[in-house]
């Protein structure tokens, strides 16, 4: 297996050893972090799916459009190598989202949303980033004011904005 637990831990602390803070996507602080955020989102998409660090690589940590086999094939080829063995110790891991697993909903995310702040730290060159939160049930929401996913996830053609928009996304 691969141990990263220690990893983790250091992780999740500063360089200066101090608790890292997420913020309110709607706070000062928030609209900082997010735009962090965005620019390194684009420039994981630039990254070819091989690289652990582009954004199709850790898109297949929750789920995969084949079988995994089949995917590992097309997007490395037959030759072996530590990118594909990540890959196949990685994609497709999202267990609680396939098993019905509800205990392991959680812990699951929060590691994964951890592990991908590392990678927006690295990608942006941005030490300090913190992922922000959407409050979507913070004083003052209603359904139709607060439950709308922010404004900067719904810009396909902004240029800051448009590598957080998705298609897909209901």
């Known amino acids: 297996g691969i141990m ?11 360089a200066t050893g101090k608790p890292r803070i997420r913020y309110d996507v709607d706070s000062d602080p928030g609209r900082f972090m997010l735009e962090i955020y965005a ?16 954004w199709t690589f850790q898109w297949y940590t929750h789920a995969v459009p084949q079988s995994k086999d ?8 037959p030759n072996p190598g530590p990118q594909r063995s990540l890959a196949q110790a990685m994609w497709f891991t999202c267990e609680p989202h396939f098993s019905g697993n509800d205990y392991a ?33 913070g004083p003052g929401c209603s359904p139709a004011s607060c439950s709308v ?16 928009y998705s298609e897909q996304r209901n």
Do not use: C
């Open 4 to 14: 990263l637990l220690p990893g983790l831990v250091q992780s999740a602390l500063a």
């Open 149 to 164: 996913m922010p404004a900067q996830f719904r810009r396909p053609n902004d240029p800051l904005w448009s590598a957080l």
């Open 39 to 54: 620019r390194a989102v684009a420039e994981m998409k630039r990254k070819p799916a091989t690289d652990p660090l582009s």
């Open 105 to 137: 909903f959680l812990p699951w995310h929060r590691m994964y949303v951890l592990y991908l702040e590392d990678i927006v730290r690295k990608v942006s060159g941005f030490p300090d980033f913190t992922m922000p939160y959407w409050n979507y049930t």
């Open 70 to 77: 089949s995917l590992l094939n097309q997007v490395f080829g």
